[in-house]
């Protein structure tokens, strides 16, 4: 066994580099921060990911293979990759339904009001207000426990510009689990869908992170960026069963790390 592991490990890595990644992102730079913050901010958990922005503006991503795909912040402000998104609904959907995962953030409700892509029976409606606080529904969710325990202080005063922590607070939706929201307003919901999952969000923390308006309001962001990161891809990752074929990929990964 051992003499195969070793040929494996030794194609492994001549072809990694060439590999998809278990992530793929969209990442914009919107014109109210100007900045793409998704990527930079994955970089710094080390978290390989691929960068699939142009293939949704050219209308034909695909997303087999990818276990996360991870929309950036008002990434919707840019009609082509709003319009793809909907035009790909099928793709998304069929992506869950086998087991991925899609977290969207913050879009302004001028961009993406409805989000027309969701499966039928799930709805989420975006809207203008601008929210201060978070109050978590869920506090033993994994989202506010790992690795980082979140109290609601934590989302206070998170600034960027003249907006507050919940920038374009969701107004209605159905289907789905709440986990946060802010009064009569939704702020983080959560949907199972076939063999994976959906979270909706009226958070921003890629964008606050990498541009907030003063250091805490980045390292919070950035706190809570980890946990996102950790309740829906690492330890996602961790929890997956370890048949034969893992167990050997997982040795080939590791030979090739050192």
Same mark, same amino acid.
């Given at each position: 066994?051992?003499?195969?592991?070793? +040929?494996?490990? !030794?194609?492994?890595?001549?072809?990694?580099?060439?590999?998809?990644?278990?992530?793929?992102?969209?990442?914009?730079?919107?014109?109210?921060?100007?900045?793409?913050?998704?990527?930079?901010?994955?970089?710094?958990?080390?978290?390989?990911?691929?960068?699939?922005?142009?293939?949704?503006?050219?209308?034909?991503?695909?997303?087999?293979?990818?276990?996360?795909? !991870?929309?950036?912040?008002?990434?919707?402000?840019?009609?082509?990759?709003?319009?793809?998104?909907?035009?790909?609904?099928?793709?998304?959907?069929?992506? #869950?339904?086998?087991?991925?995962?899609?977290?969207?953030?913050?879009? /302004?409700?001028?961009?993406?009001?409805?989000?027309?892509?969701?499966?039928?029976?799930?709805?989420?409606?975006?809207?203008?207000?601008?929210?201060?606080?978070?109050?978590? #529904?869920?506090?033993?969710?994994?989202?506010?426990?790992?690795?980082?325990?979140?109290?609601?202080?934590?989302?206070?005063?998170?600034?960027?510009?003249?907006?507050?922590? #919940?920038?374009?607070?969701?107004?209605?939706?159905?289907?789905?689990?709440?986990?946060?929201?802010?009064?009569?307003? !939704?702020?983080?919901?959560?949907?199972?869908?076939?063999? &994976?999952?959906?979270?909706?969000?009226?958070? /921003?923390?890629?964008?606050?992170?990498?541009? &907030?308006?003063?250091?805490?309001?980045?390292?919070?962001?950035?706190?809570?960026?980890?946990?996102?990161?950790?309740?829906?891809?690492?330890?996602?990752?961790?929890?997956?069963?370890?048949?034969?074929?893992?167990?050997?990929?997982?040795?080939?990964?590791? +030979?090739?790390?050192?």
């Amino acid at each position: 066994m051992k003499p195969m592991i070793s +040929t494996l490990a !030794f194609l492994f890595c001549l072809t990694m580099t060439a590999m998809a990644a278990d992530v793929a992102i969209i990442d914009y730079a919107d014109q109210w921060t100007q900045v793409k913050a998704l990527g930079p901010t994955l970089n710094e958990m080390k978290i390989k990911y691929d960068d699939i922005t142009d293939d949704v503006m050219k209308g034909n991503f695909q997303l087999a293979g990818y276990k996360l795909f !991870f929309i950036c912040s008002m990434a919707t402000n840019n009609s082509t990759i709003h319009s793809n998104l909907d035009g790909n609904a099928k793709v998304i959907q069929d992506f #869950v339904k086998e087991g991925g995962i899609v977290i969207e953030p913050t879009q /302004a409700d001028q961009n993406e009001a409805n989000v027309d892509w969701l499966p039928k029976g799930l709805t989420c409606v975006r809207s203008d207000p601008d929210l201060t606080t978070v109050e978590i #529904v869920k506090p033993d969710h994994p989202l506010f426990n790992t690795p980082n325990k979140l109290k609601e202080d934590d989302f206070l005063n998170w600034k960027y510009k003249g907006w507050p922590t #919940v920038w374009e607070s969701i107004a209605s939706q159905s289907g789905f689990d709440v986990l946060a929201k802010s009064g009569d307003r !939704f702020v983080i919901l959560e949907a199972e869908y076939g063999k &994976g999952k959906l979270v909706m969000m009226a958070l /921003a923390p890629d964008k606050y992170h990498v541009v &907030g308006n003063d250091d805490y309001t980045k390292k919070q962001a950035f706190l809570f960026f980890e946990n996102l990161m950790h309740a829906y891809y690492l330890d996602v990752l961790a929890l997956q069963p370890k048949g034969k074929v893992s167990l050997i990929w997982a040795e080939l990964k590791l +030979t090739c790390r050192r």
